[in-house]
């Protein structure tokens, strides 16, 4: 660095810089900005004492503070849950009927139900619980596999269906008519002509006569004489317009031929009594409760 070198023009210091005859005017940056910058590095040494700030090798420094953001969503969750918690003994205490009769307790339980059924039931069961295809029941509709009541859908919830993981789930087996040899293509063909004439849907009248016998014999001890079901042994109602595999003469005949036998997993074990009766509050108020 040389002298000081200045413009004649303006008067003011260069920086000694100098392209093709034009020189850089040295003007100090404007007072304020100068103050900020002295600001923020202020800020920065009280930040790094008070909270963390620099990464080491396995580690970072605390601070004085000790703050984290882990920790605050911690408290956070903890202060939600000791809110909550007032609700959830005395949903712990009550019955089911005593929740649904109380409107406190009922709101709650929806609320709760709503977000639990969100986060465990939707895959299966569709987001507003109108069920999805392939035998996954719509939970809106006042027809029920197992049971509508209050007492039936907690069981349902609870245990489950056809699990191996709880020996309380809820169990029946609709045999498998022609995989395993104990109907005949064709008595299985007129079968199917059975079932869709229960909803006047029939092609064939004389499939339906001599699939009389069939009816009687292998399927009315669990469908019932009249096909309307049994949520004893969770064999669907096969009048209505409500078919867990469809209601085609092909889907019919395929579901006799080699029945799905859904599986509903349980839920008592992974979220407790007090979550599967908000559960069973909020499906029964979902519109088909009885
Ligand atoms: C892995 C898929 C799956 C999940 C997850 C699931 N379900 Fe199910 N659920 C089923 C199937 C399949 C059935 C029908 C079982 C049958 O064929 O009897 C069913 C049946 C039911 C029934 C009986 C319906 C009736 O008509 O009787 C209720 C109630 C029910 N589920 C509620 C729930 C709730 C509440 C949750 C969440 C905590 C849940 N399900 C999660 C698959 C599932
Ligand atoms: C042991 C009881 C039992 C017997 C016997 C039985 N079923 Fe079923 N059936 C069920 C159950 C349970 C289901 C529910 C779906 C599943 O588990 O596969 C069902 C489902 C069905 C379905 C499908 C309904 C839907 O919503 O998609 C049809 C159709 C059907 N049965 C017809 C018959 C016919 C026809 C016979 C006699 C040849 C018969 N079942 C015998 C228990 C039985």
């Not at 949903?91 to 406190?104: F, G, K, Q, V």
Request: net charge negative.
């Amino acid at each position: 660095m040389g002298e000081k070198q200045v413009d004649e023009i303006t008067g003011v210091e260069t920086t000694g810089h100098e392209w093709d005859g034009v020189t850089e005017l040295n003007n100090p940056m404007p007072k304020w900005w100068v103050n900020l910058f002295y600001a923020c590095i202020a800020f920065a040494g009280v930040y790094v004492i008070f909270y963390p700030a620099i990464p080491m090798i396995n580690d970072h420094t605390r601070g004085l503070l000790g703050y984290s953001a882990r920790g605050e969503v911690a408290e956070r969750i903890a202060a939600h849950s000791e809110m909550q918690s007032v609700w959830k003994d005395r949903i712990a205490a009550a019955s089911l009927e005593e929740i649904r009769e109380d409107p406190d307790l009922f709101n709650f339980a929806l609320a709760s139900g709503a977000a639990n059924f969100a986060l465990n039931c939707s895959q299966c069961h569709g987001s507003g619980a109108a069920g999805n295809v392939g035998g996954f029941p719509n939970l809106n509709d006042d027809d029920w596999l197992w049971g509508g009541d209050l007492e039936s859908i907690y069981t349902t919830i609870a245990h489950g269906v056809r699990n191996e993981d709880d020996p309380d789930a809820r169990f029946s087996m609709m045999p498998a008519y022609g995989a395993d040899g104990l109907l005949s293509r064709a008595e299985i063909r007129d079968v199917a002509q059975y079932v869709m004439n229960f909803s006047g849907r029939a092609t064939d009248m004389e499939a339906v006569e001599r699939a009389a016998e069939t009816w009687e014999y292998n399927c009315a001890a669990c469908h019932g004489d009249d096909g309307r079901g049994d949520t004893d042994l969770g064999a669907p109602n096969l009048t209505d317009a409500i078919w867990l595999y469809g209601g085609s003469a092909e889907e019919i005949f395929n579901q006799v031929w080699n029945p799905r036998h859904g599986v509903m997993p349980p839920w008592l074990e992974r979220l407790g009594d007090t979550t599967v009766k908000e559960l069973a509050v909020y499906v029964h108020a979902l519109g088909g409760g009885e």
